[in-house]
Structures are given as structure tokens and as C-alpha cells.
């Protein structure tokens, strides 16, 4: 095997460590880094498959200018002078970069020092506005600075774990095994999630709270903890400020029952909470976008941290409150001051904070006050107060909340770059010039995970075309716009080595966030650093947090009242993600694997709910809201609760006609963190009915998508599949299918056709439609496309001599179906993960797939009782 790469997964904020040995121009063969810190050895489904996202096909490789290839000279030329320009007759404020949690820490520094220092802005925000800063905020209010006070080492430290608005299971599958080990030793699990999600089936306590009401929980916990004498009264009198009214206001309608009729849970079931709560002083309680995303996102942060500063559980060995962070380089972000409202270094904008990063970076031109947050950014766009705007390594046109009106900002804007990997993606449609940036695996430089540690991201494979790594363009940008001398790096170790000393520059321990040590290291040490933590294993041990008095503070924190839903809009939306696919799907639509576990966009509801709204499980329906609507295929789900939808955020144009999420949230943000409550829509739904409904299979992938009602993409292992339904005519679709030689069946009775294209002796495509007939199972047609001889059976869907469906895929890694998994259960009397592991492999690799299979066994277990 060639020499193993060590780098970090491209994926989640778990910051996991990759081997990767390069097997090809394009191919490599990825395995755990055992010796990473935050997975040893392990990694989840879509790391494992990092390899099949790493081909070319659909990249940006040139700069672009208005649709057309031009060099890197007039590209770069072209985006210096326009943003000089606008700067120079509308001023610094008009112009703005919407940057993100994907960039490496040296992209990152580069960008922002260019907006605050020399620009003279601070219109530079982060999608982590949408993701992290409510934590950040929260985090700012309790202890001073923007300090995660836990470790990876804490989760095996801890005898409870409270997850709070956190799907682990799926999208932090690493952390989460880590969890379910210590789990295995006796620690206890509760899971607090309007949801019963896989994370939730495990737990040793589901509280399946009404949406919003955590703050209600918490509080109420904070008031039993009180009641029972677990307030830590010499931790609070040492360490921590207690606003004089706080334990009074904290009194009021916070009793037990109260807080149970809120959260719309059994009283018995919170007591039992509670109760595990006031007994296990090792508690860490783990938080991400079910807390964060909401419009009390700050709030809901400090009722977690009030909880562990006045129970003492905080700066000890397996006790803290963990905010997981969601990107690969969230928290590096946030060590550069990615965010509009921060400086660099864990700086802010007060003035003896400006001055100094000022002096530090020579910068002629300091932005004076905090810059538009990105809900407001694009509010900015869209009135023409912003003129030009740079994307770096994000989607806005999909990811902001109101996307419709994002995508009218982003139309009527004068100038807009983008920097992407992908030359198509819902935001680069709207971009005046494209600039192709290199990928994961192409790029040079650092991430933070979660839990503080740096690990390098290195190179596999040489730049593609004439891609170039993000700070290479910005810097170039910064040069030509006349600061040479200031964005004069070669090589992503000189930005790392200025990040280093500007973080330790005249901070004299008032900040935890510095990099001693590291701003000495050459080229070599850059190259062969290993992952390291900054801020120490136990920030805040010894009781001194980062304000200016060192103590903590407890944040009063009112549950905000939840109104009842309006007639009109009768359903409240939550929005997220699946296990196996990553926000817009750029890199994980690659992967064939990947798309197994879930194919569509679905619309998950209780089955109650679409009885009252007439919408059979599978049916399609339309889900409204007072900002927009899209299609959904329905999925009847037990675990929703009742009046609640739940809807996934990874489908675009590219690859759905529906499935569009972001269009349907408010742009309503938390008043103090400025981050979207995306969780909490209001929202109708109603039956759509398609004349026919069928699926066109092609070894080529389309240039657009389909016309017709519904369409949705999946890739398959040698081409692509797209589900359809529709009322349109026929021949649109039909005509999409490539030259060759063409069998058909047709049953008009049905409104039944069968139609596959034969070229070269091999199955190029086919389309299968019906009115009111079967479709077969896509799987063995699917097959056929890498078949080396074409099957008499194209047209019946199958094998000749037939063939069980396996069902379902469950386990990506091994490619296990659903109806194998369930004949093995009954045909051999499997009776847990382990031995459905040692019959059909499933679940012992990566194990993402482990919740799926616990929960088949039980639901096996309760149809044999
Ligand atoms: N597979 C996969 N993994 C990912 C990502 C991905 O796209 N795919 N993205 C990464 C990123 S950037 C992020 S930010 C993280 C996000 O990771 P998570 O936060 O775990 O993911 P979400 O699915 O957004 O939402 C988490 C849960 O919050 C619940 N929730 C909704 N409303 C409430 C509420 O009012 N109270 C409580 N307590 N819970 C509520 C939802 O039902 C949902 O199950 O995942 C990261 N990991
Ligand atoms: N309704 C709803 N909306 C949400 C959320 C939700 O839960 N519900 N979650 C929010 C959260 S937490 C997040 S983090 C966002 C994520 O939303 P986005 O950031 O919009 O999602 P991505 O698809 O990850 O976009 C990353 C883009 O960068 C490109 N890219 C990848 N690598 C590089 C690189 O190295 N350089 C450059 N220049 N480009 C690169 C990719 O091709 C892709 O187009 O969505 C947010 N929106
Ligand atoms: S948990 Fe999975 S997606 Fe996240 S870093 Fe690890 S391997 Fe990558
Ligand atoms: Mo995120």
C-alpha cells in the first residue's frame, strides 16, 4: 500500500483523523488515524467513504466571468478593481464577505484580516451565524470568553450524558460511539429532542419535549437542584457573580409541574430526569442546533451553563456543558474572528481591543464597530445597501432561512464572486465571477474540532485544472487592491505563524485563546505537526474564568411563551439533517453509498396527523409556510411528535425539483447571537397528486434537472437515478434518454411504459413511468448499468428467474438491505447488533448503521411478542 497521509476528515466537527494512502490520479484509500486524539482509528459513514467523493466530475477548474473561462489575472484583476471601486464611491460598509466553517484556519485569517484591517469593515460573517453563535454568545455571557470547557476525555469521564437538541447518532457519529462505550460501563443517557430520533431509541430517557420549551426544562432542573440542596453554594460564592434577584426569578412558575405542562412531557419522566441529574455529579451535557438554532438560542445556551456553574460541574473531570460545534473549522473560525461581531484572537471591538490588533497587523484601516450578522447581511443585498459581495465555501441560496429572498439579494446585487469547489451549485448561479478553490485533499492548513485540538488538513493530490486554495485567492485579491506588503505569504505556515503570534500579542493571560510555542516552528514543523490542544485539557479548573472580575456569571433566563398554532398554518416545521449526507450534498452526492439511506427528501410526520391531513405514507405533499413552499415525499414516522413536521436541508436545484427547506423558515434570529431559529416554522401541508410517477435511470449524468413535478437525484455506483412523478407530458422526459438502440413495453390499461436504451452493448438507460400500476425495485436495474451483457428481463425490472428484494439499505459499508436484516433476525434468532454483525458483517464497520439495527431488532422483538 502506498505511504499513508495523515489529514482530518473533510466532514463533521468531531475533527477526526484520516490515513489516506493515494492510490491513483484521483483515487485513495482512507482509514482512521489511530493515533487521532478525537477518533482512534475510528470513522463514521461518511468519512469511510470520503474516497468515492474525490473525482473531478462537476468541479469548478477555471475562473469564470460571466459564464466564460478567462485567466486568473483578469479574474483576480476584475474582483480587486470592483471592490475598490464600490469602496471608493459607496464606502467600506457597502461591501461584504459571506465566508465559512469549511474554510481552513489560514483561508479564514487571511479573509478576515483583509475586511477589518484593511477594508475598514466588518462585514465579514460566517454561516457558523447559523450554526454556532448562539453557543458563542452564551458562552461570552457565562464565562468571558468563547471557551468550550470540555474534552473528548470528559465523555469518558462522565456517569450521565444529556444530549439537548442533538442528533449524535447522526451527525457526530464518532462522539456518539464514544458516548454508547462509556454508556457500555454503566453511564447513563438521556436524550432531550421533540424527536424520537436513533439517538433518542438508545437513550436510557427520551424527554420528547415540546419544540422551544428547553428553557422551561432547565430552569425547572436548576429549582429542583435548589430544592435538594445540590446548588454548589462555595462553588457560587468563589468562583461565580449571581445577579441579586436571580434564585427569585428563578422561583417563579419554575416547580416541577409547571415545567412539565410546558414541555408537554409526563411529570413522572422529568422527575426521573431531574432526579439522575441531582445524583450524578458527572454530568456533561452535550448541545448543538436544537438549542442553538432558535430565536431564544442564547438564552437556552446560558439555562444549560447556569446549570453546571451552580452545581459545580464544570472544570472537573467528566462534568461540563460540551457545545459540539458543526462544521470541520467551526471553532477555528472562531479563533480568527470569522464572525462579524468578533475580532481576531478572541478579540472584540472595544477600543483598547481594536487598537491592538490594529497595531499588530499594521492595518491602515480598522473596522470601527461590529458588522452586519448574515441574516442581516443579506437583508443588506437585497435592499442595495451592499454591492458587492465575495461567497466563500458556502450556499446561501440554500442554507439562510427566506432562501427566496436570499436568491432575489443575490439576483439584484451588482457584483458577486463566489469561490467554490463545484462549478454548480444554487449559489454560483447567481455569481458574476467564479473562483475555482482547491478541495479537500488538495489544500494545505489547520482545522479546531470541538474539543480545542488543531489538526493539520494535508494535501493528497496535486490542484486540479487551475484551482487554488482560498487564501492564495484572497490574499492575491488583497494584493492587487494595494496591500502588498501585509498579504505578502507563500505557503499557508506563514499565515499559521502570524495566527500563532497575534494570538498571544499583548495578552497577558486575559486570554485563554493563545498559541505559545507555535509562532516559533519553521516550514518543517508546520508540515509535520501533530494534533494538539489549545486552552489546556481543563480550561477553568481552578475557578478563574475570562472576565474581568475572573468569575463566572448565571444569566437570568425567562422560558419565552409558546403560542398555539394558528389555523392557518397548523403544523410547526423542524428542520435537519440525515445521517449519510452532508448540507447541499456537493461531495457527498458523489458517493453512491451514500445515497442508500435516504434517497428522497422526506417529510416525516405522525401517522395521526397525515390521516387528518389525507396523506398516505409515500404520497407526495406540499409543505407552506407564510415564506415559501416545496414538495416532500411523506414518511409516516412514529417517532415524530404529533403536529410536527420534520423536513431535511440537504436538497437543491441541482438535485431535487423539491426538498428546497431553506426556502420555508422565517428570518427571524435570536436577539443577542443574531443566529435563525430554523427549527420552529410555522406551516400547512397539503396532497399533491401526479398523473404518473416513475424513474429514469442513465450511465451519463443530465445537464439540468428534468422538468416535471417531481424529481430527485440519487447516484448510483455506475451512473444516476432520478425519481419522477409528474402531470406533464411524456416526451420531455423521454428525450432525455441518450441514443441507442431502444425496447419498449407499454400497457395502456395501466398507463404503463417501459422504455431501455441499449449502446455499445451495454444499458445506457432507461425510464420506467405508470399511471396506476407497480414500478420493480431499481436495484438489479441499477446493476445492469456496470453489467457487461444486457439481460433478456430489462424491461420486467429483474433478473431472469426471480430475485428477492433485499429492501432498504441499511449498512452502507457491506451494502445490507432491510429484508435480509430482518429474514436473518427470524431464520437464525439474532437477538442484538453484535450477532447481526457476525451473520451479515452489517454494523461492523464504520457502525453509523448500529442504531438502525438495535432498532430493527426491537421492532422484530415486539411483532414476536
Ligand atoms: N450527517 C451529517 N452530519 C453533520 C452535518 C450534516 O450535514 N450531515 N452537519 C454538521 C453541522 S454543520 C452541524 S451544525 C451539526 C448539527 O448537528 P445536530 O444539531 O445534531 O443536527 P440537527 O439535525 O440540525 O438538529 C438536532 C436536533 O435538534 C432537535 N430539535 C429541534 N427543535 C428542538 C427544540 O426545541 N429543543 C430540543 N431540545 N431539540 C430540538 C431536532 O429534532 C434534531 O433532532 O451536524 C454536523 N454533522
Ligand atoms: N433550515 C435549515 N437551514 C440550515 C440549517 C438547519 O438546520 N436548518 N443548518 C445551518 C447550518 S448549522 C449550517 S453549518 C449551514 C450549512 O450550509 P452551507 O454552508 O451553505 O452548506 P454546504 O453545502 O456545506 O456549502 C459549502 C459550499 O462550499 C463548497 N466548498 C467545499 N469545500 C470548499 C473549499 O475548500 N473552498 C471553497 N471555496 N468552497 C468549498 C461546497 O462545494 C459547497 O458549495 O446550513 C444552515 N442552514
Ligand atoms: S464523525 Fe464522521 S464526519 Fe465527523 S469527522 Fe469523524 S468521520 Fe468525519
Ligand atoms: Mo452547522
Redesign the pocket.
Known amino acids: 500500500m502506498a505511504k499513508a497521509i495523515r489529514t482530518t476528515c473533510a466532514y463533521c466537527g468531531v475533527g477526526c483523523g484520516i490515513r489516506a494512502a493515494v492510490t491513483g490520479a484521483r483515487s485513495v484509500e482512507i482509514l482512521g488515524d489511530p493515533d487521532h486524539p478525537a477518533n482512534r482509528g475510528r470513522l463514521c459513514s461518511k468519512g469511510t467513504h470520503l474516497g468515492e467523493t474525490v473525482g473531478l466530475q462537476g468541479r469548478l477548474l477555471y475562473p469564470m466571468i460571466a459564464g466564460r473561462r478567462v485567466s486568473w489575472d483578469k479574474a483576480l484583476d476584475l474582483v480587486a478593481r470592483r471592490f475598490k471601486e464600490t469602496i471608493a464611491r459607496h464606502g467600506p460598509g457597502s461591501v461584504a464577505f459571506y465566508v ?4 481552513l484556519t489560514e483561508d479564514y485569517y487571511v479573509a478576515n484580516k483583509l475586511m477589518k484591517g484593511f477594508i475598514g469593515s466588518a462585514n465579514i460573517d460566517t ?2 451565524r ?2 454556532m453563535s448562539s453557543a458563542v454568545a452564551g458562552h461570552m455571557r457565562a464565562f468571558g470568553e468563547d471557551v468550550v470547557p470540555a474534552t473528548y476525555e470528559d465523555l469518558d469521564a462522565a456517569d450521565l450524558f444529556v444530549l439537548v437538541g442533538s442528533n449524535t447518532a447522526w451527525c457526530h457519529p464518532i462522539v456518539y460511539q464514544r458516548i454508547r462505550a462509556r454508556c457500555e460501563a454503566g453511564a447513563k443517557l438521556v436524550v432531550i429532542d421533540p424527536r424520537r430520533t436513533e439517538t433518542a431509541e438508545e437513550a436510557d430517557l427520551h424527554l420528547a419535549i415540546r419544540p422551544g420549551s428547553d428553557v422551561a426544562l432547565m430552569n425547572g432542573l436548576l429549582q429542583y437542584c435548589r430544592e435538594t440542596g445540590i446548588v454548589d453554594e462555595a462553588y457560587l460564592g468563589a468562583h461565580v457573580a449571581v445577579p441579586a434577584d436571580f434564585w427569585d426569578r428563578l422561583g417563579e412558575g419554575n416547580d416541577l409541574w409547571s415545567a412539565a405542562r410546558i414541555c408537554d412531557v409526563a411529570a413522572a419522566d422529568l422527575r426521573h430526569f431531574y432526579e439522575l441529574f441531582a445524583a450524578t455529579p458527572r454530568t456533561v451535557t452535550l448541545f448543538s ?1 436544537g438549542i442553538n ?1 432558535s430565536t431564544a438560542g442564547t438564552d437556552q445556551v446560558n439555562a444549560i451553563t447556569n446549570l453546571h456553574l451552580a452545581t459545580g460541574r464544570i472544570g472537573k473531570p467528566g462534568a461540563a456543558p460540551f457545545s459540539i460545534t ?2 470541520p473549522n467551526a471553532m477555528g473560525g472562531r479563533e480568527v474572528g470569522g464572525l462579524a461581531s468578533t475580532l481576531a484572537a478572541h478579540r472584540d471591538f472595544a477600543a483598547e481591543s481594536r487598537a491592538s490588533v490594529q497595531r499588530f497587523w499594521a492595518a491602515p484601516t480598522m473596522a470601527e464597530k461590529p458588522g452586519l450578522k448574515a441574516v442581516d447581511m443579506f437583508r443588506a443585498v437585497g435592499e442595495g445597501r451592499i454591492k458587492a459581495l465575495w461567497v ?5 441560496a ?4 427566506d432562501a427566496n429572498r436570499v436568491r432575489e439579494a443575490l439576483g439584484g446585487c451588482p457584483f458577486v464572486v463566489v ?4 462549478e454548480k ?1 444554487d ?1 454560483t448561479a447567481f455569481a458574476h465571477v467564479r473562483l475555482p ?4 485533499g488538495e ?1 494545505d492548513g489547520t482545522v479546531t474540532n470541538s474539543d480545542r485540538t488543531i489538526s493539520r488538513q494535508r494535501a493528497l493530490f496535486p490542484l486540479p485544472g487551475e484551482a487554488r486554495p ?1 487564501w492564495w485567492i484572497v490574499k492575491e485579491v488583497a494584493r492587487r487592491m494595494g496591500w502588498k506588503t501585509a498579504f505578502a505569504y507563500d505557503r499557508p505556515a506563514d499565515i499559521w505563524r502570524e495566527h500563532c503570534r497575534l494570538s498571544t500579542y499583548e495578552n497577558e493571560g486575559a486570554r485563554r485563546f493563545a498559541l505559545p510555542g507555535a509562532a516559533q516552528g519553521g516550514n518543517a514543523a508546520y508540515d509535520a505537526m501533530l494534533p494538539f490542544r489549545w486552552g489546556g485539557d481543563r480550561p477553568f479548573a481552578d475557578g478563574r474564568f475570562s472576565t474581568e472580575d475572573g468569575r463566572a456569571r448565571l444569566i437570568s433566563v425567562a422560558q419565552k411563551p409558546l403560542a398555539d398554532p394558528l389555523a392557518k398554518w397548523p403544523l410547526t416545521l423542524n ?3 440525515y445521517r449519510d449526507q ?6 457527498t452526492g458523489l458517493a453512491p453509498k451514500l445515497a442508500r439511506h435516504r434517497e428522497e427528501p422526506l417529510v416525516e410526520m405522525h401517522p395521526s396527523d397525515g390521516a387528518r391531513h389525507g396523506l398516505s405514507n409515500g404520497a407526495l405533499a406540499r409543505v407552506d409556510t407564510p415564506q415559501g413552499e416545496s414538495l416532500y415525499r411523506v414518511a409516516y414516522c412514529e417517532g415524530q411528535r404529533a403536529g410536527e413536521l420534520f423536513v431535511p ?1 440537504h436538497w437543491t436545484d441541482r438535485t431535487a425539483s423539491g426538498g428546497r ?2 426556502l420555508l ?1 422565517r428570518p427571524l434570529v435570536d436577539p443577542v447571537s443574531g443566529q435563525p431559529g ?1 427549527k420552529r416554522t410555522p406551516a400547512s401541508i397539503a396532497l399533491v397528486e401526479p398523473l404518473w410517477c416513475g424513474f429514469l435511470l442513465l450511465a451519463e449524468e443530465l445537464a439540468d434537472r428534468p422538468a416535471c413535478l417531481w424529481a430527485t437525484r440519487v447516484a448510483v455506483p455506475a451512473g444516476v437515478l432520478w425519481e419522477l412523478a409528474g402531470d406533464e407530458a411524456l416526451q420531455r422526459i423521454e428525450a432525455l434518454l441518450p441514443r441507442g438502440e431502444r425496447i419498449e413495453a407499454q400497457d395502456a390499461a395501466r398507463g404503463t411504459r417501459r422504455i431501455a436504451i441499449v449502446a455499445n452493448g451495454r444499458l445506457a438507460g432507461a425510464l420506467f413511468v405508470t399511471q396506476s400500476g407497480e414500478l420493480p425495485p431499481r436495484d438489479w436495474l441499477i446493476a445492469q448499468l456496470a453489467a457487461p451483457t444486457v439481460a433478456p428481463t430489462l424491461l420486467a425490472g429483474r433478473a431472469p428467474g426471480a430475485q428477492a428484494d433485499r429492501g432498504p439499505v441499511v449498512c452502507v459499508c457491506f451494502d445490507v438491505g432491510m429484508t435480509t436484516i430482518v429474514a436473518a433476525i427470524r431464520d437464525q434468532s439474532l437477538t442484538d447488533v453484535a450477532a447481526i454483525g457476525a451473520a451479515l458483517r452489517a454494523g461492523t464497520n464504520c457502525g453509523s448503521c448500529r442504531p438502525a439495527l438495535a432498532r430493527i431488532i426491537a421492532e422484530e422483538k415486539s411483532h414476536a411478542a
Open positions: 465559512s466553517g469549511q474554510l454561516n457558523s447559523l450554526c442546533q438554532q458543526g462544521q466563500m465555501a458556502t450556499n446561501p440554500v442554507s439562510m432561512p469561490s467554490d469547489v463545484v451549485t449559489t478553490a482547491a478541495a479537500w489544500k482560498d428542520t435537519g439533517r452532508w448540507h447541499s450534498m456537493t461531495r436541508i427547506t431553506g423558515p430554523f
